[in-house]
Every structure is written in structure tokens, then in C-alpha cells.
């Protein structure tokens, strides 16, 4: 069985101020990685991936994430927010490989303030 | 380009009462649906999963099930609802052979009283 831990279930932050956004997971097979944002009255959007290959991965909007196999985590980081980035932050966690079905396994959640 | 629909976007039913909510896609042929829910102060959970029309599986058992009567029309049903099925369910697609990406539709907030 697979779990997703979202450390913070809320982060306030200044304006341009950078924020991470904690995640870290258990699973006992190897694992995609996965960060959705969902902006207020809107669905859930794919922000960035992790598949294979480096683990530094680029997002939408400015955002990163570090895939760490031994601290089993996957931290979102962006150096500077906008308010335009107050939203609600979900990490998420699949099998890698097998049938590829959307099986996702999500975090509680953290809700990004951005304030000015 | 594709387009998920989801509605209704907030639901308030009383307890024992049915329910349907519908979700459609287009665009695309062939999806993978997904039924996702998330309580209140918990993570998202897959429900259903269907690979094409008039094949569900679930996640987990509950109260609710959930139907594919066309391509790109995917149902969640009840027939009595009760007060733990409150919560923000979550249509979304992925195409065939790439489950890793998911398109979520904006979600239906459900409250039973």
C-alpha cells in the first residue's frame, strides 16, 4: 500500500517570498510523482511530474520539485510567489510502470496564501 | 482539445435520498474515467476506475457505485445516501496507455444532512 504525508496543510507566505511545500511518501515498489494545484472554483491541474531520469523536474507557473529516493520525498519549491498562486496543493503518488492506469494516491493537502 | 464536465458543482441532499452525478468528456475517444473523492481534512481517494463502456472497478467499498453507459459518460450513483458520503468528488481522464496523466474535472461538493 502506498501513502502520501502533505507535512503542511497550510502555508502562509508574503508576496515574492519563496515557499516550499512538503511531501513525502512510502511505497514499497517504485513510484511516479506527482504535484497538482487546484486555483479556487477550478478542477485539479497537473503543476509537474516526476517519471524518470532527473530529478530536479520543472513545472508550470515557475514551480520545482526534488525527487529524493532515500528521504522518500518530493518537496515543491518556487523562489518567488505571486498572489496569483493561492491555491490549494496536492502531492500525489502512482506505480510506476505495470498498466499506467490513473491510480493515484493523494496528500491531504496544502492550502498556499499568498499575501501581499 | 478536450474538455471534462462535471456537475452539478455543489450538491446538498438529505440523508437516505438517491444520487447522480454526471460526468462527461470530450474531445477524446476512449478514456479512462476515474471517480475520486476527498472527505473533509483528508487526501483525495480513488473510488472508480473504468477502461471502457460497462467496465467499473472500484477501490474501495462504500455506499456508492458507479456507471459507463457511454464512451465518455461516466456516473456516480447511490441509492441511499449517508452522512459519510459528504464530500468534494472529482471526475477525471487519462488517455489509454498513459494513466500518469490525469485531467481532472472542477469537482462536486456534496453535503448530506
Known amino acids: 500500500a502506498q501513502s502520501v504525508t502533505q507535512l503542511d496543510s497550510q502555508v502562509p507566505v508574503f508576496e515574492e517570498a519563496p515557499v516550499e511545500l512538503r511531501c513525502n511518501y512510502s511505497?514499497?515498489?517504485?513510484?511516479?510523482l506527482f504535484w497538482y494545484v487546484q486555483y479556487p472554483n477550478q478542477g485539479l491541474q497537473l503543476l509537474l511530474k516526476y517519471l524518470s531520469g532527473s530529478t530536479l523536474v520543472k513545472g508550470i507557473n515557475g514551480f520545482e520539485a526534488e525527487f529524493n529516493k532515500s528521504q522518500t520525498s518530493f518537496h515543491l519549491r518556487k523562489p518567488s510567489v505571486h498572489i496569483s498562486d493561492t491555491a490549494e496543493y496536492f502531492c500525489?503518488?502512482?506505480?510506476?510502470?505495470?498498466?499506467?492506469?490513473?491510480?493515484?494516491?493523494f496528500g491531504q493537502g496544502t492550502i498556499l496564501t499568498v499575501h501581499p | 482539445s478536450q474538455t471534462i464536465h462535471q456537475w452539478p458543482a455543489t450538491l446538498v441532499q438529505p440523508v437516505g435520498s438517491p444520487l447522480s452525478l454526471e460526468c462527461t468528456v470530450e474531445g477524446t475517444s476512449n478514456p479512462n474515467l476515474y471517480w475520486y473523492r476527498q472527505a473533509a481534512g483528508r487526501g483525495l481517494q480513488l473510488l472508480f476506475y473504468?477502461?471502457?463502456?460497462?467496465?467499473i472497478s472500484s477501490e474501495v467499498p462504500q455506499n456508492l457505485s458507479a456507471s459507463r453507459p457511454q464512451d465518455r459518460q461516466f456516473i456516480l450513483s447511490s441509492k441511499k445516501l449517508l452522512l459519510s458520503d459528504s464530500g468534494f468528488y472529482l471526475c477525471?481522464?487519462?488517455?489509454?496507455?498513459?494513466?500518469?496523466?490525469?485531467?481532472f474535472g472542477s469537482g462536486t461538493q456534496l453535503s448530506v444532512l
Open positions: 473504468s477502461v471502457g463502456i460497462g467496465q
Open positions: 500525489a503518488v502512482s506505480n510506476a510502470g505495470g498498466t499506467s492506469y490513473g491510480k493515484l494516491t
Open positions: 477525471a481522464w487519462s488517455q489509454q496507455g498513459a494513466g500518469e496523466k490525469l485531467f
Open positions: 511505497s514499497s515498489v517504485s513510484v511516479y
